[in-house]
Protein backbone atom coordinates (compact mmCIF):
# COMPACT_ATOMS: atom_id res chain seq x y z
CA UNK A 1 0.00 0.00 0.00
CA UNK A 2 0.81 3.68 0.31
CA UNK A 3 2.90 5.11 2.45
CA UNK A 4 3.20 9.12 2.79
CA UNK A 5 6.10 10.92 4.87
CA UNK A 6 5.78 14.61 6.09
CA UNK A 7 8.76 16.94 6.35
CA UNK A 8 9.53 19.02 9.12
CA UNK A 9 7.32 18.19 11.81
CA UNK A 10 7.31 21.49 13.29
CA UNK A 11 8.71 24.58 11.89
CA UNK A 12 8.67 27.76 13.08
CA UNK A 13 9.03 31.51 11.06
CA UNK A 14 9.00 35.04 11.18
CA UNK A 15 5.98 36.57 9.82
CA UNK A 16 6.65 37.53 6.32
CA UNK A 17 8.89 34.63 5.81
CA UNK A 18 8.43 31.99 3.53
CA UNK A 19 7.53 28.80 4.65
CA UNK A 20 7.85 25.02 2.88
CA UNK A 21 6.46 21.93 3.65
CA UNK A 22 7.53 18.51 2.11
CA UNK A 23 5.67 14.95 1.38
CA UNK A 24 7.00 12.01 -0.10
CA UNK A 25 4.80 9.02 -1.59
CA UNK A 26 5.91 5.58 -2.35
CA UNK A 27 3.08 4.28 -5.06
CA UNK A 28 3.43 5.45 -8.26
CA UNK A 29 -0.80 4.82 -8.77
CA UNK A 30 -1.39 8.09 -6.59
CA UNK A 31 -2.81 10.58 -8.94
CA UNK A 32 -3.96 12.71 -6.36
CA UNK A 33 -2.46 15.15 -3.79
CA UNK A 34 -4.54 17.45 -1.18
CA UNK A 35 -3.41 19.79 1.57
CA UNK A 36 -5.56 20.24 4.80
CA UNK A 37 -5.12 23.44 7.78
CA UNK A 38 -6.44 22.32 10.97
CA UNK A 39 -6.30 24.75 13.91
CA UNK A 40 -6.39 23.31 17.45
CA UNK A 41 -9.90 21.12 17.99
CA UNK A 42 -11.08 22.17 14.32
CA UNK A 43 -12.06 19.73 11.81
CA UNK A 44 -9.38 19.92 8.87
CA UNK A 45 -9.81 22.36 5.95
CA UNK A 46 -9.13 22.08 2.74
CA UNK A 47 -6.37 24.54 1.75
CA UNK A 48 -5.32 23.09 -1.87
CA UNK A 49 -5.15 20.41 -4.21
CA UNK A 50 -3.05 18.74 -7.37
CA UNK A 51 -3.55 15.96 -9.58
CA UNK A 52 -0.55 14.26 -11.44
CA UNK A 53 -1.15 15.38 -14.55
CA UNK A 54 -0.16 18.83 -13.18
CA UNK A 55 3.02 20.13 -11.96
CA UNK A 56 2.09 23.23 -10.12
CA UNK A 57 -0.83 24.94 -8.45
CA UNK A 58 -0.94 28.55 -6.93
CA UNK A 59 -3.84 29.71 -5.14
CA UNK A 60 -3.15 33.68 -4.05
CA UNK A 61 -0.02 33.04 -1.41
CA UNK A 62 -0.42 29.29 -1.45
CA UNK A 63 1.53 27.34 -3.51
CA UNK A 64 2.04 23.28 -4.28
CA UNK A 65 4.21 21.39 -6.44
CA UNK A 66 4.63 17.72 -7.52
CA UNK A 67 7.52 15.93 -8.47
CA UNK A 68 5.87 12.48 -9.97
CA UNK A 69 9.17 10.99 -11.31
CA UNK A 70 10.84 11.83 -7.41
CA UNK A 71 7.67 11.10 -5.73
CA UNK A 72 7.71 14.23 -3.84
CA UNK A 73 5.42 16.98 -3.55
CA UNK A 74 5.38 19.99 -1.47
CA UNK A 75 3.64 23.18 -0.09
CA UNK A 76 4.89 26.57 -0.17
CA UNK A 77 3.22 29.33 1.91
CA UNK A 78 4.65 32.97 1.05
CA UNK A 79 4.32 36.20 3.19
CA UNK A 80 3.45 34.11 6.18
CA UNK A 81 0.93 36.05 8.28
CA UNK A 82 -0.15 34.75 12.20
CA UNK A 83 -2.88 32.75 11.06
CA UNK A 84 -1.61 30.51 9.01
CA UNK A 85 0.11 28.86 12.21
CA UNK A 86 -2.12 25.28 12.45
CA UNK A 87 -0.98 22.07 11.94
CA UNK A 88 -0.81 20.77 8.01
CA UNK A 89 -1.53 17.29 6.64
CA UNK A 90 -0.36 16.07 3.09
CA UNK A 91 -2.46 13.13 1.45
CA UNK A 92 -2.11 10.54 -1.16
CA UNK A 93 -4.83 8.87 -2.76
CA UNK A 94 -4.15 5.82 -5.31
CA UNK A 95 -6.38 5.27 -8.34
CA UNK A 96 -7.16 1.84 -7.62
CA UNK A 97 -8.77 2.62 -3.63
CA UNK A 98 -12.20 4.59 -4.88
CA UNK A 99 -10.60 7.60 -2.66
CA UNK A 100 -9.13 6.45 0.44
CA UNK A 101 -6.56 9.04 1.45
CA UNK A 102 -3.23 8.30 3.05
CA UNK A 103 -1.48 11.01 4.94
CA UNK A 104 1.26 11.79 6.50
CA UNK A 105 1.71 12.79 9.94
CA UNK A 106 1.44 16.68 10.06
CA UNK A 107 3.62 19.76 10.26
CA UNK A 108 3.27 22.31 12.76
CA UNK A 109 3.52 25.79 11.75
CA UNK A 110 4.03 28.54 14.12
CA UNK A 111 4.39 31.74 12.59
CA UNK A 112 5.87 34.35 14.85
CA UNK A 113 4.89 38.15 14.94
CA UNK B 1 -17.91 20.86 4.23
CA UNK B 2 -20.69 22.61 5.78
CA UNK B 3 -23.16 20.10 4.51
CA UNK B 4 -21.41 17.53 6.78
CA UNK B 5 -22.78 17.27 10.62
CA UNK B 6 -21.52 15.47 13.12
CA UNK B 7 -23.30 14.67 16.86
CA UNK B 8 -22.71 15.39 19.80
CA UNK B 9 -20.17 17.59 19.64
CA UNK B 10 -18.81 15.94 23.21
CA UNK B 11 -19.45 12.58 24.58
CA UNK B 12 -18.83 10.58 27.69
CA UNK B 13 -18.53 7.06 28.10
CA UNK B 14 -18.48 4.88 30.94
CA UNK B 15 -16.43 1.87 30.86
CA UNK B 16 -18.00 -1.09 29.27
CA UNK B 17 -20.66 0.86 27.33
CA UNK B 18 -20.92 0.79 23.76
CA UNK B 19 -21.85 4.28 22.51
CA UNK B 20 -22.65 5.68 18.98
CA UNK B 21 -21.30 8.59 17.28
CA UNK B 22 -23.59 10.55 14.64
CA UNK B 23 -22.26 11.76 11.19
CA UNK B 24 -24.29 12.84 8.08
CA UNK B 25 -24.41 14.68 4.49
CA UNK B 26 -26.58 16.25 2.36
CA UNK B 27 -23.85 16.74 0.12
CA UNK B 28 -24.86 13.59 -2.10
CA UNK B 29 -21.93 11.94 -1.55
CA UNK B 30 -21.19 8.53 -2.15
CA UNK B 31 -17.93 8.03 0.44
CA UNK B 32 -18.04 8.44 4.11
CA UNK B 33 -14.83 7.84 6.16
CA UNK B 34 -13.87 7.54 10.19
CA UNK B 35 -10.89 8.57 11.26
CA UNK B 36 -9.51 8.82 14.97
CA UNK B 37 -7.33 11.53 15.84
CA UNK B 38 -5.10 11.43 19.10
CA UNK B 39 -3.69 14.72 20.78
CA UNK B 40 -1.16 15.90 18.92
CA UNK B 41 -1.18 13.17 16.39
CA UNK B 42 -2.30 12.39 12.83
CA UNK B 43 -5.39 11.04 11.16
CA UNK B 44 -6.01 6.96 11.04
CA UNK B 45 -8.71 5.75 9.17
CA UNK B 46 -11.47 3.74 11.23
CA UNK B 47 -13.70 2.05 8.49
CA UNK B 48 -14.85 3.92 5.01
CA UNK B 49 -17.99 3.24 2.68
CA UNK B 50 -18.30 4.06 -0.87
CA UNK B 51 -21.48 2.39 -1.57
CA UNK B 52 -25.05 1.83 0.60
CA UNK B 53 -24.92 -1.57 2.59
CA UNK B 54 -20.92 -1.59 1.84
CA UNK B 55 -18.17 -0.89 4.10
CA UNK B 56 -13.98 -1.66 4.46
CA UNK B 57 -11.76 -1.83 7.44
CA UNK B 58 -9.00 0.84 7.46
CA UNK B 59 -6.32 0.69 9.07
CA UNK B 60 -7.54 0.52 13.23
CA UNK B 61 -11.26 -1.00 12.98
CA UNK B 62 -10.75 -3.17 15.94
CA UNK B 63 -13.31 -2.23 18.63
CA UNK B 64 -15.35 -0.14 16.20
CA UNK B 65 -18.73 -1.23 14.10
CA UNK B 66 -19.81 1.32 11.06
CA UNK B 67 -23.37 0.43 8.78
CA UNK B 68 -24.43 2.02 5.59
CA UNK B 69 -28.09 2.00 5.72
CA UNK B 70 -28.81 5.45 4.22
CA UNK B 71 -26.61 7.26 1.75
CA UNK B 72 -26.67 10.37 3.72
CA UNK B 73 -25.76 8.42 7.28
CA UNK B 74 -22.80 6.74 8.44
CA UNK B 75 -23.02 6.06 12.01
CA UNK B 76 -19.90 4.59 14.31
CA UNK B 77 -20.59 2.57 17.03
CA UNK B 78 -17.30 2.40 19.94
CA UNK B 79 -17.89 -0.48 21.71
CA UNK B 80 -16.42 -1.73 24.86
CA UNK B 81 -13.73 -3.59 23.18
CA UNK B 82 -12.04 -0.81 22.04
CA UNK B 83 -10.03 -0.25 25.19
CA UNK B 84 -8.12 3.03 24.64
CA UNK B 85 -11.30 5.14 22.87
CA UNK B 86 -10.65 8.85 24.47
CA UNK B 87 -9.67 11.00 20.93
CA UNK B 88 -11.31 12.85 18.65
CA UNK B 89 -13.52 11.49 15.87
CA UNK B 90 -13.75 12.67 12.59
CA UNK B 91 -16.32 11.88 10.05
CA UNK B 92 -15.35 12.69 6.09
CA UNK B 93 -17.44 12.75 3.03
CA UNK B 94 -16.37 12.76 -0.84
CA UNK B 95 -17.67 12.21 -4.32
CA UNK B 96 -15.91 8.76 -5.89
CA UNK B 97 -15.20 8.96 -9.35
CA UNK B 98 -13.41 6.10 -10.72
CA UNK B 99 -9.66 6.07 -11.19
CA UNK B 100 -9.99 9.82 -10.10
CA UNK B 101 -9.34 11.28 -6.66
CA UNK B 102 -11.23 14.09 -5.12
CA UNK B 103 -11.38 16.47 -1.34
CA UNK B 104 -12.89 14.67 0.94
CA UNK B 105 -15.17 17.14 3.01
CA UNK B 106 -14.61 16.92 7.51
CA UNK B 107 -17.29 17.53 10.04
CA UNK B 108 -16.77 18.97 12.71
CA UNK B 109 -15.89 15.97 14.74
CA UNK B 110 -16.88 14.54 18.40
CA UNK B 111 -14.59 14.72 21.27
CA UNK B 112 -15.23 11.22 22.94
CA UNK B 113 -14.08 10.82 26.75
CA UNK B 114 -14.04 7.48 28.78
CA UNK B 115 -14.62 8.47 32.58
Known amino acids: GENVEQHPSTLSVQEGDSAVIKCTYSDSASNYFPWYKQELGKRPQLIID?????GEKKDQRIAVTLNKTAKHFSLHITETQPEDSAVYFC????????????FGSGTKLNVKP | DGGITQSPKYLFRKEGQNVTLSCEQN?????MYWYRQDPGQGLRLIYY???????QKGDIAEGYSVSREKKESFPLTVTSAQKNPTAFYLCASSSVVEHSGGPQYFGPGTRLTVL
Open chain 2, 27 to 31: LNHDA
Open chain 2, 49 to 55: SHIVNDF
Open chain 1, 91 to 102: AASPTYNFNKFY
Open chain 1, 50 to 54: IRSNV
